[in-house]
T-cell receptor, first 115, second 109 residues
């Protein structure tokens, strides 16, 4: 399957600071990338869908000003958690697809801990 | 609202037995269905996809789809302790995937 690389794999930050997470498709051009959040023992919750060169579409209840998504190229999307708070601590996972999505390839995930 | 339902488990089976995981979905327009395996602290890994009614086999895994009943299942034959994980069912309608909450499988040596 296709390779999606996510970085960093874990990060600890202080409350009030911002954190950027990168998601790269290594061997294909990803026209669409998805960002998920997963709390312990919960399922994946879709946060937003980003298409290359356009604004991201956020799911209901997800603050677009807090979770900034940029998809500037066909191989890179970034998620920036701004003014992070302890309740933002979670496992963030990206996935990428090409054209009409038939299956999702996931990055390794980023464990964010806000202290 | 599109939903994918799974029994959260845990489902415990002895090593060597068949593990049967089930999933139902609400969106009749869904065309593609996937099973992902997720180990604790890791991201999901695609193990099976199925698009048409019937069975699809890949090694020890068999996915079954019944669109009339809106039902998808995954059978794992000769279960191994390394199969212990949470299994996520996902359906795809027109664009994005909808995930179930996952079934936790424990294979007992």
């Amino acid at each position: 399957g296709a390779v999606v690389s996510q970085h960093p794999s874990w990060v600890i930050c202080k409350s009030g600071t911002s954190v950027k997470i990168e998601c790269r498709s290594l061997d294909f051009q990803a026209t669409t990338m998805f960002w998920y959040r997963q709390f312990p023992k919960q399922s994946l919750m879709l946060m937003a869908t980003s298409n290359e060169g356009s604004k991201a579409t956020y799911e209901q209840g997800v603050e677009k000003d807090k979770f900034l998504i940029n998809h500037a190229s066909l191989t890179l999307s970034t998620l920036t958690v701004t003014s992070a708070h302890p309740e933002d601590s979670s496992f963030y996972i990206c996935s990428a697809g090409q054209g009409v999505i038939t299956e999702a390839f996931f990055g390794q995930g980023t464990r964010l801990t806000v202290v | 609202q599109k939903e994918v339902e799974q029994n959260s488990g845990p489902l415990s089976v002895p090593e060597g037995a068949i593990a049967s995981l089930n999933c139902t979905y609400s969106d009749r327009g869904s065309q593609s269905f996937f099973w992902y395996r997720q180990y604790s602290g890791k991201s999901p890994e695609l193990i099976m996809s199925i698009y048409s009614n019937g069975d699809k086999e890949d090694g020890r895994f068999t996915a079954q789809l019944n669109k009339a009943s809106q039902y998808v299942s995954l059978l794992i034959r000769d279960s191994q302790p390394s199969d212990s994980a949470t299994y996520l069912c996902a359906s795809q309608g027109s664009y994005q995937l909808t995930f179930g909450k996952g079934t936790k499988l424990s294979v007992i040596p």
